[in-house]
């Protein structure tokens, strides 16, 4: 034991609780004939629980954290942590970037061996682990070489240098048995028009994403590729917008059927959109895949990372995840940060405790909503006069026969109220 999480014990679920622990998610309670730790498919996120220093715009790193550093000794005394954390709070998966879990070298030659060997370091912490591993991605953002993108670098040197490194992230992802793979496209837009060539950039991205899905299937990989949409920071033009651009991305370069999305909720914001309408859209369209689960200051306007608190906005989000089928290779990745005066180690525990609570609390939630059935009748009853007869004949008739339909039909249609009140109301009898 490291000691970083000293005098904290193993969390466990107790309803009374007014300790840290877990009052309403019991990963072994039996929701909709599945175990809910089966359901929600917990992740942590290695970047922002080990790696972030806790900066922001205007300040920098409050965290001082023992295992700072850009040595082999202290990102496996890191990977101690993590794995003793990811104990403490029974969580099934964890997530990586590269960037995250290795120290960088002074060549791409040197990171790479420094990368094999943290993934070697992994899978023998793995294999003394109830903790799997949901998903690694390629860091393609962070140093200044990706300033200008990474697929969609107009220096075809750094498409490499990123395409050499989702290669090798592929392969440690398939070699820790990663139920899936994620491309995110942090660097991949552009800021003006004027120093851009957007077509180009466009078909660089396409290609590099097939060479991703080519390659999956070369090494036998049997999880999903995932893109996570992206709008607005750090590039004000993002190529990866939101569901639906990525969505047509994959129609134009042949891959909506190989490629999956990972639906964030503080990027669903930033797009103008809710949570729940991403992954009504993803799962609509037969790419929903995974969430990564988190908030934004609604205030602030920008990609804040925070844990859920917000019971009603998840039960949403989950209530669309059970209409979609739940996950399958997917799952709950909190993609969530402590605020820059949160320091102490029991902050990180009680940051993913609460979370979990949370997502317990709407998840059971959501599932009532689905038993209940009130709100799918009302949907369904809204668009029964599709199901049959006048309805069902005018999608394939054409404007000539419906106008002269409707000119001899001799009576003015009347609107029929939404009910969006109502639904609201329905909706918070189980929130």
Not at 408 to 416: A, E, V
Request: glycine residues 8%; charged residues 25%; proline residues 4%.
């Amino acid at each position: 034991m490291t000691g970083f999480f000293k005098n904290i014990s193993r969390l466990s679920y107790d309803p009374d609780s007014t300790d840290l622990g877990f009052r309403h998610y019991n990963p072994d309670e039996i929701v909709a004939g599945k175990r809910m730790e089966e359901h929600l498919r917990f992740a942590v996120a290695y970047w922002h629980s080990f790696a972030w220093p806790g900066g922001d715009p205007f300040g920098a790193e409050t965290f001082d954290r023992p295992w700072f550093g850009n040595t082999m000794d202290l990102a496996k005394l890191k990977a101690d942590v993590a794995f003793e954390m990811f104990e403490l709070l029974g969580v099934p998966f964890f997530c990586w970037h590269d960037a995250d879990i290795r120290p960088e070298g002074d060549t791409f030659a040197e990171s790479l061996r420094n990368f094999k060997e943290i993934i070697d370091y992994f899978g023998e912490k793995m294999a003394t682990s109830n903790t799997k591993l949901l998903w690694g991605t390629a860091n393609l953002f962070s140093h200044r070489r990706f300033m200008s993108g990474a697929a969609t670098n107009p220096d075809p040197e750094i498409f490499a240098w990123s395409a050499a490194t989702v290669k090798n992230c592929m392969d440690a992802t398939h070699k820790l048995e990663g139920q899936n793979y994620v491309l995110w496209g942090g660097r991949e837009g552009y800021e003006t028009l004027l120093n851009t060539d957007l077509k180009r950039e466009r078909q660089q991205a396409g290609r590099f994403l097939q060479m991703a899905v080519e390659y999956k299937h070369k090494i036998g990989f049997k999880g999903a590729i995932l893109v996570e949409p992206k709008p607005q920071e750090p590039s004000k033009h993002q190529y990866d917008f939101d569901v639906a651009t990525v969505y047509s991305f994959l129609k134009d370069f042949d891959l909506e059927g190989e490629v999956q999305v990972n639906v964030e909720q503080g990027h669903a914001i930033l797009a103008g959109h809710s949570f729940e309408h991403e992954l009504a859209l993803a799962a609509s369209l037969g790419i929903f895949g995974s969430i990564d689960m988190n908030r934004n200051d609604y205030q602030s306007g920008w990609d804040t990372d925070q844990f859920p608190n917000n019971v009603p906005e998840v039960a949403l989000a989950y209530y669309e995840v059970l209409k979609a089928g739940g996950f399958t290779t997917g799952g709950t990745n909190f993609d969530a940060k402590l605020r820059r005066q949160s320091l102490d180690p029991v902050d990180l525990i009680a940051g993913h405790a609460g979370a979990m609570d949370v997502c317990a609390r709407g998840f059971k939630a959501a599932v009532a909503m689905q038993e209940d059935g009130t709100l799918e009748a009302m949907r369904a009853e809204r668009y029964a006069d599709w199901d049959s007869g006048y309805g069902k004949a005018l999608l394939t008739s054409d404007f000539a026969t419906i106008a002269e339909q409707v000119v001899s039909c001799g009576t003015t249609p009347q609107p029929r109220s939404g009910r969006q009140e109502i639904l609201e109301n329905i909706v918070n009898r189980f929130v």
